[in-house]
């Protein structure tokens, strides 16, 4: 018997789900449907729908430029033009190409050898590290919970801690900030921002941003009473290191002191202290490059996954970190509750596990892992096709919702959980799904939503969809 | 060095102990690499073994103590006094011949030449000699690579005193997280070793050049005193000294002496830096605000760094915090802290203020604090969660008018008259050259001490914010107009600086670890102010606050405070 069978039905073909108010399900017509009918929560909030002319121009992704070379360039220009966009050893592979460089045979020649000798070079360091194989993009994709992360309208979403303001990384690596009261919307743009991985809002602040983009991370400085719908790059720092590229997840602790920054292929963990520019590494041998960090509700653990099996659990006093190994695959979500509960999942299989400190027993410190949820994949009696592997989770902060988004199919499953005695119970809430052909490419909840939970996905169309589970004191008692 | 406390003291001696073990496994490695011989490697570990056995090598570490008691001394003085003042320019070339700089240039000569004697010994290399025996002539004759090498010894302990000390204020940074001393160390010893190697290149070069132009005296004088022959080609000639390739060796013993000293003061910054626990009450130890009261002295570090973590992570000591003394009931120990805590932050203040140069304004915000003690209009109910103590009458506010009786007595005014002249004397374009105040080196020296006052307003805000859950008198809120206030001053006063147009072109920092500091200081100032409204954004009409405060709190209300 599995946990999708007690969910409410989906809604029929023509209607579509807006929001969940005290254990109704409200649905209404997907054209003539409004949310406002069911609740006035989120009329303030910014309508967004991230469409194909907001972008100023298409980057052109990294496997085909070679294409777009002028043919008509002379070599040298065409070599240091290679030279410069995309390095050395593009450019000898470039100028070694016979059918690039017909001129100078020499050149050519050296330059076939040069590149030899520097592939060895590059076959003995996978061999060493097999880690670092993957180039900038490939990484961050490989390891994005972003549903195809690459062509995405929408690559992250990022609530602010304390205000109704949301911050989208698009596809053309502009961030977008909306805001409830302002019309006006501020992008973010410098040389720097090219593929962003992640987003995150400095806690206690109202005007920090940390992007984690391909050279590093990127900290705005957005003046939110400044009407500059552009802010030129001097309010940006770029925070970078090297061997610590592509950034594939920023996190500030929740004290609004310290940033992590992770990067799929460096062994260590940055923390930074951002206005003195500074970082220190955190490192432990095994486990490959760092993919994300959680920190817990409290900012007093971090949870590290690695791109392999090894996981971590740093302690932010002493920065010791205890090691588990998950069974079968690397972690892919995770996600804190309230009384630092850890719920996480591995890639290809549908369980979550949650993870444990019982405290103090008997002057022993233990904790322990187990699985509450398991979400395999089924058919629902209307035909649609639910759980399967998990790409991402959400809890929200009260620790009352947890949003799954699932890699194989495509509606978003929504449970309650209650928390009682250390012990967690998952119980049904509602399956969220696409209008047509849409699916989920990745989901936040608001931070500062008073009234209940607010979910907000983005949709593969560009929609931004708020999705408020509501509940009031007087009903649960 | 008496003033010293002890907690700095036992630091220093563990630092040195430390130091020591890691030159001795510096020095081992060395040693074991030099020898390197593959095709018999049982030859190459045993002869290591051997020498690291025999009599010389403990004659060497004991060298190497006393080398590292020599920079154990110099970091100690340096740290343990506060950072001297000096704004003129005339004043700062005064202060390169204090005799604080005489002793050190002298002991960082004497630690350059015995580290490269030492080293050079560990390499079997006999430079330690002047003489030789002559292969000419019947007698002793100069060697004058030893000689070049051990003057370049002194040199580097003096290029080093001058590019560190001299150009450079050394200050403490503390990192903004603690590893075990350990992991720090494997951390960055391969960059210290990389760092050594590319620093000495600059080093070197100026000492070729130095030895190039004056080369010829010291080989003069000291063959004269020894009565020695000359008889290798002297080098101070280009061609001589690259044949001979004793610049391979000088650049080689110069990045020991540079690791060497970067481990040394790695070592001593990590083992100086780290955090401690001051308890809250105490009869025996150093309490909290004891350590708080030493502002800007290390146990002044110490202490508000370790009030930043006790407010963030310890509950049971910010417990302690909240509860009231036994026979009396009264809040003693929020009141102390409180007390320090913003004496520290009062005292920035004060010094922002004199750059600013709205000095008449600093009694003015003082006196009027000293009056908004007691609240304007008295609360006439608090909702649940806020909880007040008794407003009880304020004496301290009667003293307080006493003290502001001007006393115009004769020799007051004579005083007064004499700086009136001096001020103007300054004025003057030449005087004021070498003896006017720089505001710049002013501004940089008030920046450069400002870590303490940073973890201090953090750690303010984190208890008040806690005290809405924890504390169950009520105490920390009665202070909670006090708190507030002081921040928004401190905020006020450092966006006066930073804001462009208000202040004049000559007070633009251009240091820039003055400049980060600012940005970090402003940044902790405002999460402080954010942390205690968003906390009691529910209660904050309730709050008896100055009108002006309230003004400024605002946008922190509403989350538009950039």
Known sequence: MSIFNSFPGLPGPDETAFCKINEVYCCANIRYGNISTFTNSIKNHPKINVTKDLYHHHRLSDENISVYVDVEDNLLKKITSVWYKQGFLEALSLAADPNVNRESQILAITASYALKVANLFTTLRYFMQPHLKDIGPKIVSKYSRTRNWSNAPVKCIAWHPHATKIALATADDNVRIYCSEVSFVSTLKCKAQGHVSSLSWRPYSASEIAVGCEQGVIVWTVDPNSMFTKPSSSNAVVLKQPGHSPVTDVSWSPNGDLLVSCCGADTSMLVWDVSMESAIPLRRVAGGGIVFARWSLSATKIFAATSSIIFRVWDTQTWIPERWCARGCRVVAACWGPQDIILFAAKSEPIVYALTSTGLINGAKTSKAQPVLDVTKIELPSGDIVGGPILDMCWDCTGKYLALMFEETHIIAVFCTTQLMMHLSVSPCCFISGIDTEVPSTMAFQENFSEGACLTIAWSSGRIQYFPIIYTDNYCS | ?562
């Open chain 2, 1 to 562: 060095m008496e003033t010293k406390s002890e907690i700095f003291s036992q630091r220093l001696i563990k630092a040195v102990l430390w130091n020591i073990c890691l030159q001795t496994a510096l020095a081992i490695l060395l040693v074991f690499i030099i020898q390197v011989d593959l095709i018999h490697p049982l030859t190459w570990i045993s002869s290591t073994f051997n020498d690291i056995a025999s009599w010389k090598m403990s004659l060497n570490i004991v060298l190497l103590g006393l080398v590292s008691f020599f920079q154990a001394y110099i970091y100690g003085s340096y740290y343990s006094m506060p950072i001297p003042k000096y704004f003129s320019r005339f004043s700062m070339f005064l202060n390169l011949f204090s005799v604080q700089n005489i002793v050190f240039s002298t002991l960082y000569a004497l630690n350059g030449y015995f580290t490269m004697s030492l080293y050079s010994s560990l390499a079997k290399s006999n430079y330690n000699v002047l003489k030789k025996k002559c292969e000419n002539y019947d007698g002793q004759c100069l060697s004058e690579q030893s000689l070049f090498l051990q003057f370049a010894g002194m040199w580097m302990g003096l290029y080093y005193f001058t590019s560190a000390h001299l150009f450079g204020a050394a200050v403490l940074t503390f990192p903004h997280i603690y590893q075990e001393k350990f992991q720090q160390i494997k951390l960055v010893i391969s960059n210290i070793i990389s760092m050594g190697f590319q620093h000495s290149v600059t080093p070197v070069l100026y000492y070729c050049i130095f030895y190039y132009v004056w080369g010829n005296k010291p080989r003069s004088v000291v063959s004269d005193v020894y009565s020695l022959y000359l008889e290798d080609p002297p080098l101070d000639n280009i061609i001589n000294l690259i044949s001979s390739g004793i610049w391979i060796g000088l650049w080689f013993y110069t990045s020991l002496f540079f690791v060497s000293i970067y481990t040394m003061k790695t070592v001593f910054n990590i083992v100086l830096t780290e955090p401690m626990k001051f308890p809250i009450e105490s009869e025996k130890q150093m309490t909290l605000y004891d350590a708080l009261s030493q502002r800007s002295q290390f146990t002044g570090y110490l202490g508000a760094i370790d009030l930043k973590h006790l407010s963030m992570v310890d509950p049971v000591r910010r417990s302690q915090i909240f509860t009231l003394s036994q026979p009396g009931g009264h809040p003693r120990n929020w009141n102390n802290l409180l007390e320090k805590c913003l004496l520290i932050i009062k005292e920035f203040n004060k010094e922002l203020d004199s750059v600013n140069g709205d000095t008449n304004s600093v009694d003015d915000i003082h006196h009027r604090k000293g009056l908004s003690k007691v609240p304007l209009t008295p609360p006439s109910s608090y909702s649940g969660a806020l909880r007040n103590m008794a407003q009880s009458p304020n004496l301290l506010e009667l003293k307080e008018h006493k003290s502001y009786k001007l006393e115009t007595t004769f020799a007051a005014t004579a005083k007064e008259e004499f700086n009136n002249f001096l001020q103007k004397l300054c004025q003057k374009p030449g005087i004021n050259y070498f003896f006017g105040e720089m505001v710049n080196t002013k501004l940089k020296f008030i920046f450069i001490q400002a870590q303490p006052v940073m973890w201090t307003c953090e750690g303010l805000s984190y208890i008040v914010s806690a005290s809405l859950k924890e504390d169950k008198y009520g105490i920390v809120q009665n202070d909670l107009p006090l708190v507030l206030s002081t921040l928004v001053n401190l905020k006020q006063n450092l966006d006066k600086l930073s804001k462009p147009g208000i202040v004049p072109r000559k007070h633009i920092l251009n240091d820039v670890l003055a400049i980060k500091i600012r940005s970090a200081l402003l940044s902790s100032v405002k999460r402080s102010l954010y942390r205690i409204v968003i906390t009691f954004s529910k209660f904050i009409h309730e709050i008896p606050l100055d009108p002006d405060v309230q003004i400024a709190l605002q946008p922190f209300l509403i989350c538009k405070e950039a």
